[in-house]
């Protein structure tokens, strides 16, 4: 009868668990970065919209942010964000994996070469976020930092 009684725990274990993740999934509106477009990466600075990197306005308070990523940094890498913007991030890299996470929002993906990856977040606080790379990319990877000001 102990046999049923780990497995009633087990079951249990399992149930909390599915729970957990299937709540932080809908409730925190955590997603999965999609993958839409490849691009050449030796190609990257002349195919838009990363030609002209940056925070271009789509809608009423709808903004695409273009980033390009390389060793060993972020192009822009000082923006400026209205607060509550919703703001769609498409990243792609001219060399090798990187990531990219903003500490305190829902964003973290990875940047790959040959692949732009996106991602949208709505900036609804005030205050000064930072891009992190979070994927080692080389001997530059701990410098890999940009900064976004929500004003
Ligand atoms: Cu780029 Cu680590």
């Known amino acids: 009868k102990y ?6 725990f087990g079951i249990g274990c399992l149930i909390v668990f599915l729970t957990v993740v ?7 509106g955590q997603q999965p970065p999609s993958c839409l ?8 600075d002349t195919t838009p919209p990363f030609d002209q990197p940056g ?8 903004y695409e942010l273009n980033i390009v990523v390389a060793a060993f940094s972020f192009t822009p ?11 769609t991030i498409n990243v792609t890299s001219k060399d090798v994996i990187h ?16 692949y732009v990856n996106s991602l949208t977040t709505t900036f609804d606080e005030p205050g000064e ?9 080389g001997a530059g990877h701990h410098m890999m ?4 000001k929500v004003v």
């Open 3 to 8: 046999e049923k009684i780990w497995l009633t």
């Open 22 to 28: 299937g709540v932080s999934a809908f409730a925190a």
């Open 37 to 44: 477009t490849t691009i050449d990466p030796e190609k990257v």
């Open 55 to 62: 925070l271009v306005k789509k809608g009423d308070n709808e």
């Open 77 to 87: 890498n000082a923006i400026e964000i209205p607060k509550g913007a919703k703001v």
């Open 99 to 114: 990531g990219f996470q903003i500490p305190g929002t829902n964003v973290n993906m990875m940047v790959e070469p040959g």
């Open 129 to 137: 976020y930072t891009i992190l790379c979070n994927e080692y990319c």
């Open 145 to 148: 930092t940009a900064r976004i």
